[in-house]
């Protein structure tokens, strides 16, 4: 098993790297939108020091999740692959940074104690679309003539409403 910790500047000052396998359902929040949570991800968090010799994290993240269409709300079948860069700033020197001149970055805080699988979990989170569904030739939802031609819920609403 992975280490659950990592002083992430420390990880990066050393060059450290951690590749692992970690289950959906180790992901506490990935009940609620995953249909299988016996799938993996793949993953690589790697430190280094850049040009500039700044302390970053790589992290990528391969795999499948199978998530649920928003149209039809049967199985939809979502690959994942993300490779982000991140440059590590302690607390203090946040207000200091200058984003221009780190377009290629995203900003995480220095940490003696960053719980990895919530690293990867929010990163996988962020990664996914806010209303998941198939293509539309892909969709097991099929607009029949039914639902084309059905009332519209309100329609008589004043009538019934001013009935007596």
Not at 12 to 36: A, H, T
Not at 115 to 134: G, N, R
């Given at each position: 098993m992975m280490e659950q910790y990592i002083d992430n500047i420390d990880f990066s000052r050393k060059s450290k790297e951690i590749r692992d396998i970690i289950r959906l359902s180790d992901f506490k929040r990935f009940q609620d939108f995953c249909l299988n949570?016996?799938?993996?991800?793949?993953?690589?968090?790697?430190?280094?020091?850049?040009?500039?010799?700044?302390l970053c994290l790589e992290l990528i993240v391969e795999g499948k999740l199978e998530l649920i269409c928003q149209r039809c709300t049967e199985k939809l079948e979502h690959r994942i692959f993300l490779k982000s860069e991140f440059l590590i700033k302690e607390e203090t020197h946040l207000t200091d940074?200058?984003?221009?001149?780190?377009?290629?970055?995203?900003l995480i805080e220095g940490n003696v104690k960053m719980h990895v699988v919530s690293f990867i979990e929010d990163e996988i989170i962020l990664s996914l679309p806010s209303a998941p569904k198939h293509e539309n030739v892909k969709c097991h939802y099929i607009k029949t003539d039914e639902v084309l031609d059905r009332i519209h819920p309100f329609a008589d609403l004043k009538q019934k409403l001013y009935k007596n």
């Amino acid at each position: 098993m992975m280490e659950q910790y990592i002083d992430n500047i420390d990880f990066s000052r050393k060059s450290k790297e951690i590749r692992d396998i970690i289950r959906l359902s180790d992901f506490k929040r990935f009940q609620d939108f995953c249909l299988n949570l016996e799938d993996s991800i793949a993953f690589v968090l790697r430190g280094f020091e850049n040009k500039h010799r700044e302390l970053c994290l790589e992290l990528i993240v391969e795999g499948k999740l199978e998530l649920i269409c928003q149209r039809c709300t049967e199985k939809l079948e979502h690959r994942i692959f993300l490779k982000s860069e991140f440059l590590i700033k302690e607390e203090t020197h946040l207000t200091d940074f200058d984003i221009d001149d780190h377009a290629d970055y995203d900003l995480i805080e220095g940490n003696v104690k960053m719980h990895v699988v919530s690293f990867i979990e929010d990163e996988i989170i962020l990664s996914l679309p806010s209303a998941p569904k198939h293509e539309n030739v892909k969709c097991h939802y099929i607009k029949t003539d039914e639902v084309l031609d059905r009332i519209h819920p309100f329609a008589d609403l004043k009538q019934k409403l001013y009935k007596n």
